[in-house]
C-alpha cells in the first residue's frame, strides 16, 4: 500500500461518518485547544507582573519595618503598628557606597475631595527623591521639592486615575492636567494645592502607581499621621545592578547597629530588592501556569480515551471489511497503518482545530478580561506533537485488535 | 493436457485437540483443471465451507497437501497466505462484502491497492473487469449502497477479476439475490468461465445452481460422496434474455 493510497483510504474512512469523526474530534480539539488558551493566559500574566516589577524602578532595595517570616513571603504585623523605621535610618543610608538615591515613605489610604467629587487612595508623603527611585515621570507641573518637605509645604502630585476622577468635568469627558494645576484639593480634611500631574505607568494589582498622590513627606507626618518619629518604608536606588547585593548586605549591617541588635534573624526590618520579588512572584505564576496545563492536559486525556473507545466501535463495526480486506491480501501491516492513520488524522485534525481554536481563546480572553496572554510558538509545537502521539498511543490497541482478526471469522461477523 | 489449477491431496482439517477433537474434513483428495467451472455441493455441515477457507488460502489443512497453480500452499504462514490471496485468487461472497459509502470502481480496484499499483493504472484494469462483469457503464461512479443487489454482486465479481486471479472462488454467490438476478450472476460466471476461461469454484447447497457448473463434487460429513461431469448443465440467462420474457 502506498503511502497515498493509505492517506486516500484514511481520509475516505474519516469523513464516511462525519459527526462521529467530528465529535470524537471535539475531545482532542477542547484538550487542545485548552492547554493552549491557559498556558497563553499563564505566561501572559507572568509577563504582566515581570514587567510592572520592572516598572516599579531600576536597581531598587526597599526596606520596610518587620521581618520577613519566611523566604518568599512578606508577612509582617499590620503597617504602622511596627514602627522601626525614621527618617534618620534614611539619611544614614545615603553616605552608604553605592547608593544613588534613598526615598523615605510614609504611606495611606485617605479620603480626597475636590468641590462634589471625592475618592478614596492611596497617598504618599515622601522626599524628591522619590522621582527617580521609582521612575515617576512628571506631565505636567513639578514634583515635590526640598523646599516643599522642609517647609512642610501643603502641596500634592496626583496620579492620572485620581486627575480623572476628581476634575473630570463629566462622565464622558476627560480631564486635562492643566485643569488640576493650582486647584485645592482636601485629603483627610487639609486643604493640599495640586502642584504636578504624573505620567501614566500602567500597572494594575498590588502596586497602582497612577492612582496615587505624592505629598512631601513632612506634611505627611504633620497633617495626616498625627506622628512624626516613623517611615512606612524606605526605598534605595543602588548605582548598578551588580552592587545590589552589596548596597543590601550594608544596609542591613547599618540598620541592625543603628537599632542595637545582635542577632541578625532578629531584625526589626526587613530588606527586599527587586530581583527577590522578580523571583518569588514569577515561581508564583509559573506554579499557576503549570497547574492550569495540568488541568488541560487531563481534558487532554480524555479526549484521547475518546479516540480509543471510538476506534475500538470502528473496528468492531467494520469487522467484515477488515475480513475483506485480508481476504484479497491485505497484510497485518496494512491493517494496523491504516488504523492507526485514522486515529492520527483525526487527533492531528482535532489538534490544528485545537490551536487556532485555543489562539482565538486567547485572543477573546484578553479583549474581555484584559488579563495579558501571551501565546507561544513552542507549545504549539508540542500540542502538535502530542495531538500526533496521543493518536499513535490510543489508536495503536485498537488498530492491533484490527489487525490481528481472523479473515475467516471477521467475514462471518454479522 | 492442460494443467492443475487445484491439486488436494487427502486434505484433513480438524478442530480442537483430545476429547474435544472434532475432525471436519476427513481425507479430501481432487484436483481441477485450468478453465473448469465446478461446484462443490453439501449441505450445511458437511464441511463445504471449511474446504473452501482451504481452497482459498484463507486456512491451512490440519495435514495433507494443497497445491494452488502449482505451488504447495498447505503450509504456509499467515503473511505467505496473505500474498497467495493477493495474486492468485478472487473471491466472491454471498453478502458481497463491498465498502459502504464507496464508489463502484474503487471497490473494484481495492485488491491493487494491496499490490501497489498506481492509481491509474488501477482503474484501467478495473474498468476492464467491470466491463467483462457486465456491469453497466453509467453506475461506475454510483456508491455501492446505492445499486441493487444483483450489481452489487457483480461488482464483487469484477472485484475477484483484477488480480487476474488463477482460481475464482465463490461462495453461495447467489445466496443472498432472488431468482432473477441470481440467474444473472450464474450467467457472468458462465460466461467468464466460457468466453476467457477463467477457472470457477462455486460453493452451493442448492443443486439448481450446483447444475450451472460442468462438474459437481458432492461432500458429506468431511468426505467426498461423489465428483462427476454434470450432463445436464443449465445455461443460464442474460439480462437482456429475461427482461424479454416480461415484455
Known sequence: ?414 | MKKDIIVCKDIKKAYGVGETEVVVLKGITFSIEEGEFVAIMGPSGSGKSTLMHILGALDTPTSGEYFLDGKDVSKLSDEELADIRREKIGFVFQAFNLLPRTSVLRNVSLPLIYANMPKFEREEIAKKALTDAAFPEAFWQYHSNQISGGMMQRVAIARSLVNNPALILADEPTGNLDSKTGEIVLHTFQNLNMTQGKTVVLITHEPYVAEHADRIIHIRDGNILTDEKNNHKRLARNEKDITDDHT
Open chain 1, 1 to 414: 500500500m502506498t503511502t497515498r493510497d493509505l492517506l486516500e483510504e484514511t481520509y475516505s474512512a474519516v469523513t464516511v461518518n462525519k459527526v462521529r469523526s467530528g465529535l470524537t474530534m471535539l475531545g482532542i480539539v477542547i484538550g487542545i485547544a485548552s492547554v493552549i488558551a491557559l498556558v497563553a493566559v499563564g505566561q501572559g500574566s507572568q509577563a504582566s507582573i515581570q514587567s510592572s516589577i520592572d516598572s516599579l524602578g531600576a536597581n531598587l532595595v526597599m526596606i520596610t519595618p518587620g521581618a520577613t517570616r519566611s523566604v518568599g513571603t512578606t508577612l509582617r504585623a499590620a503597617a504602622g503598628s511596627s514602627e522601626t523605621l525614621t527618617p534618620d535610618d534614611a539619611t544614614a543610608i545615603e553616605s552608604l557606597s553605592n547608593v544613588e538615591a534613598v526615598a523615605p515613605e510614609v504611606s495611606g489610604r485617605y479620603q480626597v475631595i475636590y468641590k462634589g467629587q471625592n475618592t478614596n487612595t492611596s497617598v504618599m508623603g515622601t522626599t524628591p527623591a522619590y522621582e527617580q527611585v521609582r521612575n515617576v515621570s512628571i506631565d505636567t507641573g513639578n514634583f515635590v521639592s526640598d523646599t516643599d518637605v522642609s517647609n512642610s509645604n501643603r502641596v500634592a502630585v496626583i496620579g492620572p486615575t485620581v486627575l480623572q476622577t476628581l476634575f473630570a468635568p463629566s462622565t464622558d469627558a476627560s480631564a486635562t492636567p492643566d485643569m488640576a494645576i493650582g486647584q485645592t484639593i482636601k485629603i483627610k480634611g487639609t486643604q493640599f494645592t495640586v502642584i504636578g500631574v504624573t505620567v501614566a505607568q500602567g500597572g494594575s494589582g498590588f502596586n497602582n502607581q497612577d492612582d496615587m498622590i505624592y505629598i512631601p513627606l513632612t506634611t505627611a507626618q504633620h497633617y495626616l499621621l498625627g506622628s512624626t518619629g516613623y517611615v512606612t518604608e524606605i526605598d534605595v536606588e543602588a548605582s548598578t545592578q551588580g552592587a545590589m547585593t552589596q548596597v543590601q548586605n550594608d544596609i542591613t549591617n547599618l540598620l541592625l547597629v543603628r537599632h542595637n541588635i545582635a542577632d541578625p534573624t532578629q531584625a526589626d526590618f526587613t530588606v527586599l530588592n527587586q530581583a527577590s520579588i522578580v523571583s518569588t512572584a514569577s515561581s508564583v505564576t509559573s506554579t499557576f501556569t503549570t497547574l492550569l496545563a495540568a488541568i488541560a492536559a487531563i481534558s487532554l486525556l480524555v479526549g484521547g480515551i475518546g479516540i480509543m473507545n471510538m476506534m475500538l466501535t470502528t473496528v468492531t463495526e467494520r469487522t467484515r471489511e477488515i475480513g475483506l480486506r485480508k481476504a484479497i491480501g491485505a497484510k497485518k501491516n496494512d491493517i494496523t497503518l491504516q488504523f492507526l492513520a485514522e486515529s492520527v488524522m483525526l487527533t492531528f485534525g482535532g489538534g490544528l482545530i485545537g490551536v487556532v481554536l485555543g489562539w482565538l481563546a486567547a485572543v477573546v480572553i484578553s479583549l474581555v478580561t484584559g488579563i495579558t496572554t501571551s501565546v507561544s510558538i513552542p507549545y504549539i509545537l508540542l500540542a502538535f506533537f502530542v495531538s500526533a502521539a496521543i493518536g499513535i498511543i490510543f489508536g495503536y490497541y485498537p488498530a492491533r485488535r484490527a489487525a490481528g482478526l481472523n479473515p475467516i471469522e471477521a467475514l462471518r461477523y454479522e
